[in-house]
């Protein structure tokens, strides 16, 4: 297959964008003193990260148009629960190391919330202790968002400890097919109303997981016999039409596209068991090596920076979600990675209304930030693959630019 990027061969087969099941994934190993959020003294499952944060938002029992205050950088899965359980968003701006700017947050409209959302992005957890004193100060409940990193150390505290609730999504890290997870440190959580989903969904649930499996040419043996079946299935499937468009975001879109229709539903059995069974030092290990090896190809790379500098201490306890590169001028070389298919995205679809804060990195990220997917199913090739395309893309604008400044 060639590509039209001056002369690039594209992967012969996109990257997985989330883990998927392999004979490996149950391979066992051994990587002490990562804590999880699923060893938080209460906990309850969901469909997804978003139904989670929707759930959060019911246990706290707020008024019908209560305020609460959401990142300026979000993914629109983070804004849509606030919608659906009929409140107010309100958003406040980020630092350059990704915690919330308190200080720019105005008084008065800290008293009006009743609730603030706080991600760990990329997986890198952060101490939250100023962000818990002042929601303490405030009486601000706070949802400690931890979709990125399911496990992790948050400064003194494990992740997911510092929130009157935290959310978390099992899809990022168990090759599952939907799952989030609703914990908390300190609170009881009271009992969810949650339907279960048909005996029809249940099984497409496996059928998902064994399809994908197939796909990526996993689960060697069994895939083969698999194939036969799956392409008979997908025989009877229409097409879908592209999902994508090009045209300006707007919120009812945008809601539709995060799909909220199982928010009230229990997880299917499918990732149930897959998060019961699987071990977890294979997730972390793979997902610190292959951040590694991100972090050794960025390390001096003209054009682009590491976001973050990382210290092999803080690697140790982190099985981060992405890689998240700063790319000085980064639309054509975004374009380029999404038609070669490479694991690579950026938050660029910010809510409608989405304000403009004095002194946020937000809108800067949403912009520059690309960010590399690490996750334990793409091999050490594939990490080469993608950064050495990205290291590649990268030296064309370098020299592009040199001519052109001639
Ligand atoms: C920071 C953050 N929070 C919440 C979510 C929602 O998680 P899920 O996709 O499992 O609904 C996402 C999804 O990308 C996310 O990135």
């Known amino acids: 297959m060639q590509s039209n990027i001056k002369g690039i061969k594209a992967a012969p087969r996109a990257l997985p964008r989330g883990p998927v ?16 959020v699923e060893a938080l003294p209460y906990t309850v499952f969901t469909t ?18 209560s305020s609460v205050l959401v990142p300026t950088y979000h993914c629109p899965t983070m804004v849509a629960p606030v919608l659906l359980a009929h409140l ?43 962000v818990r004193q002042w929601c303490d100060e405030h009486g601000i409940a ?6 990125h990193c399911y496990f992790g150390e948050a400064g003194e505290r494990a992740v997911g400890a510092w929130g009157d609730f935290a959310t978390a999504s099992l899809s990022k890290f168990f090759p599952v097919p939907e799952a989030g997870l609703l914990a908390s440190a300190h609170r009881p959580i009271a009992p969810l109303q949650l339907e279960k989903p048909t005996l029809k969904a249940q099984l497409k ?6 399809e994908l499996a197939t796909h990526y040419q996993r689960l060697r043996g069994l895939s083969s016999l698999l194939t036969p079946l799956f392409r008979f299935k997908n025989l009877r499937v229409q097409p879908r039409s592209a999902q994508e468009t090009t045209t300006e975001p707007i919120a009812g879109a945008m809601m539709r596209d995060c799909d909220m229709s199982r928010i009230r539903q229990t997880p299917l059995s499918a990732a149930m068991a897959l998060k019961a069974t699987l071990p ?7 997902r610190q090596q292959n951040f590694a090896s991100y972090a050794a190809y960025f390390a001096d790379v003209p054009g682009a920076r590491p976001l973050f500098p990382q210290t092999a201490h803080s690697m140790s306890s982190a099985a981060p979600y992405v890689f998240p590169l700063w790319v000085d001028d980064p639309e054509e070389i975004y374009q380029s ?3 070669l298919k490479l694991p690579v995205f950026r938050w660029d679809r910010i809510w409608p209304g989405t304000p403009a804060l004095p002194q946020d990195v937000g809108p800067l990220w949403s912009h520059h930030v690309l960010q590399l997917l690490c996750h334990q199913d793409l091999s050490a090739a594939d990490i080469d693959r993608t950064a050495s395309m990205l290291v590649h ?12 400044a001639a």
């Open 205 to 210: 649930g496996w059928l998902d997981v064994m």
């Open 142 to 147: 706070l949802i400690e968002d931890c979709a």
């Open 48 to 65: 997804s990260g978003r139904a989670a944060i929707y759930q959060a938002l019911l246990q706290l029992k707020l008024p019908v148009g």
């Open 393 to 404: 893309l990268l030296q064309i604008q370098q020299a592009t630019s040199r001519i052109s």
């Open 280 to 286: 977890r030092g294979r997730i972390i290990a793979r």
């Open 337 to 339: 990675l999404r038609t």
């Open 88 to 130: 107010e968003v309100t958003y406040f701006g980020l630092l350059p190391n990704g915690l919330p700017h308190l200080d720019a947050i105005d008084p008065a409209i800290a008293q009006k919330c009743k609730a603030m959302l706080v991600p760990h992005y990329f997986g890198l957890a952060q101490s939250l202790k100023k």
């Open 21 to 36: 099941l392999d004979w490996s994934s149950f391979r066992r190993e051994d990587v002490p003193n990562v804590r999880s």
